[in-house]
């Protein structure tokens, strides 16, 4: 099983008319708002964030964030 938004417990798929049926909301602890969180307390496989105004909003994630667009490093490069 692939780990996905759609199969996973933690997300719900929008269902207003006006919003887009591909997307949905995350409930997961790991989703922090970066307004109301101390960066110490940070989860290392989480993902803060904040959204700065109308036209941006900024993401910040954990070392152990998994992500499904993950696109490796060439080998024996490191950050």
């Not at 970066?34 to 110490?40: A, C, M, R």
């Amino acid at each position: 099983m692939n780990p996905r938004c759609w199969n996973c417990k933690k997300w719900r798929r929008n269902t207003d008319d006006y919003r887009n049926l591909d997307y949905g909301k995350c409930f997961h602890s790991k989703l922090c708002n970066g307004h109301y969180i101390n960066q110490l307390e940070y989860p290392i496989d989480g993902l803060v964030f904040w959204q700065g105004n109308a036209q941006y909003a900024v993401m910040e994630t954990g070392a152990g964030f998994c992500c499904v667009h993950h696109d490796p490093l060439p080998k024996g490069e490191t950050k």
